[in-house]
T-cell receptor, first 108, second 114 residues
């Protein structure tokens, strides 16, 4: 069964801290996505990874295919980074399989 | 930047009524999806659609649910005989190529069945 698990479920940080969110996935996932969901509910795609590492601004995403593990890092966190971060895997049929999300709160 | 547009943003309906949720995917995208998120739970796959037919559907997508792309632009999700448990946020998503490139999500329709 295709599964995506992420941790932690909730995360509180002080402004400026380095943040890491982890994701593990099962066999049958061909690519890994990191998504951001704000309180209004909309979902924004941050990264799609099938290997290596990607960086956009203060966000860095890595993937280890052998270990079936991915991480999302936020450097110099800021209160505006507060959101739900979701890891999702593309199945062999093309659909996304979602993790349960990590609720991040960054305090000033 | 191209967007996926969903309407309405919020729909309240009486139990047993029919609702139609509308989506306008990005014009050159070929693969279309509906997902839903019950409050406090993770996002779940409902259905995928390609070349004017359903590619895959989940167990949630029972015979009360249907999708169509009537005019080559709109992509609709219809729910007949709505139940209280259909209350959720429904997201439309599209992508240009199969298993390449990311997905673009709409902003969602919050469906409340009362």
């Amino acid at each position: 069964k295709n599964e995506v698990e992420q941790s932690p479920q909730n995360l509180t940080a002080q402004e400026g801290e380095f943040i890491t969110i982890n994701c593990s996935y099962s066999v049958g996932i061909s690519a890994l996505h990191w998504l951001q969901q704000h309180p209004g509910g909309g979902i924004v795609s941050l990264f799609m990874l099938s290997s290596g590492k990607k960086k956009h601004g203060r966000l860095i995403a890595t993937i280890n295919i052998q270990e079936k593990h991915s991480s999302l890092h936020i450097t110099a966190s800021h209160p505006r980074d507060s959101a739900v971060y979701i890891c999702a895997g593309t199945s062999n049929t093309g659909k996304l399989i979602f993790g349960q999300g990590t609720t991040l709160q960054v305090k000033p | 930047e191209p967007e996926v547009t969903q309407t309405p943003s919020h729909q309240v309906t009486q139990m047993g009524q029919e609702v139609i949720l509308r989506c306008v995917p990005i014009s050159n995208h070929l693969y279309f999806y509906w997902y839903r998120q019950i409050l406090g739970q993770k996002v779940e796959f409902l259905v995928s659609f390609y070349n004017n037919e359903i590619s895959e559907k989940s167990e949630i997508f029972d015979d009360r649910f249907s999708v169509e792309r009537p005019d080559g632009s709109n992509f609709t999700l219809k729910i007949r005989s709505t139940k209280l448990e259909d209350s959720a946020m429904y997201f439309c998503a599209s992508r240009r190529e199969f298993n390449r490139g990311g997905y673009t999500f709409g902003s969602g329709t919050r469906l409340t069945v009362v």
